[in-house]
């Protein structure tokens, strides 16, 4: 008999009960104990809908009050040693201050999980990082499972993807040096889980599905061997995102007792697997999508299926491509979607609704869910045919695009020629990346204004006030280039989704971005357009405010794309034209309003580089070019600005530079401006914003931290190319932090504008 499990569930509630817990904490309105029992009423509402819905194993583990990678790095005793922790001894408080920073130490750095929108603290290695088990935390969370059920599933990232995942600090050493170290406190972690009574460890290596080389394949047998060695318990090996099957050799003969792989992401490599895997070892397949929000097809999978379960029967386990973490939780909370689109969808526990089918399909025939086949069917049809999903003039319009469509009129250096003539910007001009602090009053005159209990001329009134007291702020701070602060907008994403045709959106289809940070992604279930202006009316007023030239801003079509729900009926590709498409038509009507500089931002186009390098190029052709359709048609003298968030872009500088934007910023205070030196060697020609304070830490950077991090990035960009801004957006701070900071900014950068000043006319005296 088949079984069915996950590989992990949503962590943040059906309402986002765990955020406003954390945030409560956090703002010390609120106990400790009050927030771990919002943590566990959690985990109960997971295992017991788990549980009633026929999971073979609860899913144990999966849950975190920040992220799961900081955790498994607690629980083999390796917090970074700059912040003077005990690693026996972590408090909540602690471990909050890890991922958040604290008046002593910024904090750890965060980087995208795969090509996910969910970030990951990044361990920090050290040559004489040390380890033990610290199974405290996990355990408490065992015993609260078997409570529900005796049948348990832990879930760890493995040993090889904590050290790959990480950053060498300090002297330079070979990660897996830290190998023979790191195995005995996992050893430690099994044999207490074993002790415990359960069943099962599932131990996460998604780097296997990326381009490793050979010395990380090889630590791979002696790893398990080592690992199954330590303890009574069984071992199943995780990989998802990718194919894996190019690794069969190795882990068909590996000491676990089964293995996952994704064929959802890679549908090839089953028939890999049916012809090498043991049969006397589990295979789980993840034939249902755990990173968007269909509807599976059911007959079409118990079709896929059928050799598999053939072979390995009772070892043939089905699960969700990936862990849940990446879908909402529960469609049924959802009261206002479009009936043909909600029946097109399927959230978490709909998805464990799926398996629970498909297994019951498998082990008693299909006429057995004859009736839930046929509702399968019919919502198939309709997708392939529904007049809300194909629009012929969208189609039409990309047919016949011109094949330079995305080009601009002139090369950059003409371009910034035509733009200082009327900007007249001083050396280290200063901005920000876009948004201001998101007020109470501001969330709430939305939800007002949302439920209709306050009309559109007063909820007009209210944004604009919040517009000019973020533009009056800008003046006084004596910001170069001001932006409106975007008080009109709920998230960079879902904004301008709302007023694009093809999108959809929902209630409480939230997702954990990471720590408290969720977002929930609208779902592109159709051709995209743009019906009408969308930004327009806010940054022309924003502009009526000031002198200065006023920023409009815009969210990339590459991040629109990754951050959404994507149909999955045409080329990812052919969505991201259409967006692209459409915002072109918002640019040219900014700049015909008088908005002529425009930051169109992708900070998600590093995080959709597909895992293996054979497909980079494809993916960063049809990226680029839409980033670069989008801004094209513009005159020479608009400024086109864009932004990335935390990524690793020495290997993409090439692509990133062929985007051809006048001015990038990036987030680089994390990392020391470490990322700088990569666009130093690679000679980007364009101007450049490294950020100089992380927004992401509520803590104030005093004046030397930014002048270290200028005078860095001074070492490698020329002055005249070199613009000072915050590493993101500043709509998760609060006020007075924020002017502090944005203030210590500016000082720092007016002074550093006068040595150059001063330098520069020494030189020319001379």
Not at 68 to 78: E, F, H, P, S
Not at 242 to 247: E, K, L, P, R, T
Not at 410 to 437: C, D, E
């Amino acid at each position: 008999m088949s079984k069915f499990h996950l590989l992990g569930f949503p962590r943040i509630g059906p309402k986002r009960e765990l955020k406003f817990a954390q945030e409560a904490f956090w703002r010390g309105e609120s106990s400790l104990a009050q927030l771990l029992e919002t943590a566990a009423t959690i985990r109960l509402h997971n295992w017991h809908t788990q549980k009633e819905l026929g999971a073979e194993y609860l899913s144990v583990g999966d849950f975190s009050l920040y992220d799961q990678v900081l955790d498994t790095l607690l629980a083999v005793g390796a917090p970074p040693r700059r912040f003077g922790f005990d690693a026996d001894n972590i408090s909540v408080e602690q471990y909050f201050e890890l991922a958040r920073g604290n008046k002593e130490q910024f904090a750890m750095e965060m980087t995208k999980w795969f090509d996910t929108n969910y970030h990951y603290i990044v361990p920090e290695w050290t040559a004489d990082t040390q380890f033990s088990t610290q199974a405290k935390n996990l355990i408490a969370q065992v015993k609260q499972a078997q409570s529900v059920q005796d049948k348990l599933k832990v879930t760890l990232v493995g040993p090889l993807s904590l050290l790959y995942l990480g950053k060498t600090k300090g002297e330079e050493f070979n990660r897996l040096d830290l190998l023979p170290r790191l195995l005995p406190a996992y050893a430690g972690l099994l044999q207490v889980l074993s002790q415990e009574g359960v069943d099962w460890v599932q131990i996460d290596e998604p780097i296997l599905c990326l381009d490793l080389s050979d010395e990380w394949l090889d630590a791979l047998a002696s790893t398990y061997a080592q690992l199954q060695q330590a303890a009574n318990i069984k071992i199943l090996l995780a990989t998802y995102f990718g194919a894996v099957s190019a690794h069969i050799k190795r882990l068909r003969t590996l000491d676990i007792d089964g293995l996952h792989i994704d064929l959802v992401r890679a549908p090839e490599q089953l028939e890999t697997f049916i012809a090498q895997w043991p049969s006397t070892k589990v295979l789980s397949i993840g034939v249902v999508d755990g990173r968007n929000v269909w509807r599976a097809n059911l007959r079409k999978i118990l079709s896929n299926v059928q050799a598999a379960y053939a072979k390995f029967a009772d070892n043939l386990w089905l699960a969700p491509s990936c862990s849940l973490l990446h879908c909402p939780q529960n469609l049924q909370l959802e009261s206002k979607l479009d009936g043909d689109l909600k029946s097109w969808l399927a959230f978490a526990e709909q998805k464990v609704q799926e398996l629970s089918l498909l297994v019951k399909g498998l082990n008693q025939g299909e006429a057995a869910i004859s009736a839930q086949l046929c509702a399968s069917d019919i919502v198939a049809d309709d997708r392939a045919s529904n007049r809300q999903i194909h629009r012929v003039a969208v189609q039409e319009r990309v047919k016949q695009l011109r094949a330079d469509a995305d080009k601009r009129h002139s090369h950059f250096a003409k371009r910034i020629v035509a733009q200082q003539a009327w900007l007249k910007l001083p050396l280290l001009p200063t901005t920000t990346i876009g948004s201001f602090p998101q007020t109470t009053d501001i969330r709430q005159a939305r939800a007002l204004f949302k439920k209709g209990q306050l009309s559109e001329a007063e909820y007009q009134t209210l944004m604009k006030k919040e517009i000019a007291h973020a533009v009056q702020i800008q003046e006084a701070l004596d910001i170069d280039i001001p932006v409106h602060g975007e008080a009109e907008r709920n998230d960079m994403v879902e904004y301008f989704g709302e007023q694009l045709d093809g999108y959809a959106f929902t209630q409480f289809a939230w997702v954990q971005s990471y720590g408290s940070r969720c977002v929930k992604p609208p779902i592109i279930y159709g051709d995209v357009a743009r019906p009408n202006a969308m930004t327009v009316y806010w940054s022309a007023y924003a502009q009526t405010q000031t002198k200065r030239p006023m920023k409009g801003m815009l969210t990339g079509p590459v991040t629109m794309l990754q951050w959404s729900f994507v149909r999955d009926d045409i080329p990812r590709s052919e969505v991201c034209t259409q967006i692209a498409l459409a915002l072109n038509d918002e640019v040219l009507d900014l700049e015909k309003a008088g908005i002529k500089v425009i930051q169109i931002d992708e900070p998600a186009l590093r995080e959709g580089l597909p895992l293996k390098r054979a497909q980079w190029h494809d993916y960063l052709n049809w990226a680029c070019y839409a980033f670069r359709l989008s801004a094209s048609g513009v005159e020479d003298s608009t400024q086109i600005h864009t932004h990335m968030c935390y990524s690793e872009f020495n290997d993409i500088l090439p692509a990133i530079a062929s985007m051809d934007a006048d001015v990038i910023t990036i987030e680089t205070s994390r990392s020391d401006m470490e990322l700088l030196h990569a666009f130093s060697d690679f000679n980007y020609p364009n101007d450049i914003g490294p950020g100089v304070y992380d927004i992401h830490s509520p803590r104030v950077p005093n004046a030397h931290e930014i002048e270290k991090l200028l005078r860095k990035a001074l070492d490698v960009v020329p002055a005249e190319r070199l613009w000072v801004n915050p590493d993101c957006g500043l709509k998760t701070r609060a006020w007075p932090e924020t002017i502090a900071a944005l203030r210590v900014m500016v000082d720092v950068a007016k002074e550093l504008r006068k040595e150059l000043q001063a330098e520069r006319a020494d030189s020319q005296v001379a």
